[in-house]
T-cell receptor
């Protein structure tokens, strides 16, 4: 079984600043992926970034990067140069390898970017 | 690529009626589709997993006879809420995975969701 903890229910940041969202997880799987999804007010789930657990190198996607600490089972998301459009709920989710495996979502962090 | 659509986006129905929600993968063949429901200010809760031509696998606590899932083709899955009641009012979201590299196969792409209101 997999569990996910996002300890920050809400966060806010000023536009252009950097913010880090935390996520810890527990899994018994040896091969898995980790995902961050965002859900803006439109409620469309959007993939932000994906990390393969077997890779030591942290994933980056433009202004988004992760700090993946496998031993600590920590997977934080850093957003640089925050933009108003980054305002959303952010969900962390581990996923066992295999296309039919399910995502296990954390409770989410509501991020507000202020002008 | 990897666009998933849902129809309708919003539906209002009377208690006791059935409602069908469609989920389509528009530019890829979906090996697996997933159905979630989301209550206000809460996370997504997986309801069921379906593969084309197979019976859906339901999560514990989800009533199979109430939430009928049909996955008739590699691009279409439907969720039918039978004899809907006000407590079934929620936001329903589908997702799909695609064939391809291992990373692609393990990434879920989400539809825009359907807001169901049962009066």
């Amino acid at each position: 079984a997999q569990t996910v903890t996002q300890s920050q229910p809400e966060m806010s940041v000023q536009e252009a600043e950097t913010v880090t969202l935390s996520c810890t997880y527990d899994t018994s799987e040896s091969n898995y992926y980790l995902f961050w999804y965002k859900q803006p007010p439109s409620r469309q789930m959007i993939l932000v970034i994906r990390q393969e657990a077997y890779k030591q190198q942290n994933a980056t996607e433009n202004r988004f990067s992760v700090n993946f600490q496998k031993a600590a089972k920590s997977f934080s998301l850093k957003i640089s140069d925050s933009q108003l459009g980054d305002t959303a709920m952010y969900f962390c989710a581990p996923h066992a390898q295999g296309g039919s495996e399910k995502l296990v979502f954390g409770k989410g962090t509501k991020l507000t970017v202020n002008p | 690529g990897a666009v998933v659509s849902q129809h309708p986006s919003r539906v209002i129905c009377k208690s006791g009626t059935s409602v069908k929600i469609e989920c389509r993968s528009l530019d890829f063949q979906a090996t697996t589709m997933f159905w979630y429901r989301q209550f206000p200010k809460q996370s997504l809760m997986l309801m069921a997993t379906s593969n084309e031509g197979s019976k859906a696998t339901y999560e514990q606590g989800v009533e199979k006879d109430k939430f009928l899932i049909n996955h008739a083709s590699l691009t279409l899955s439907t969720l039918t809420v039978t004899s809907a009641h006000p407590e079934d009012s929620s936001f329903y979201i589908c997702s799909a995975t695609r064939a391809g590299t291992a990373a692609q196969a393990d990434t879920q792409y989400f539809g825009p969701g359907t807001r169901l209101t049962v009066l």
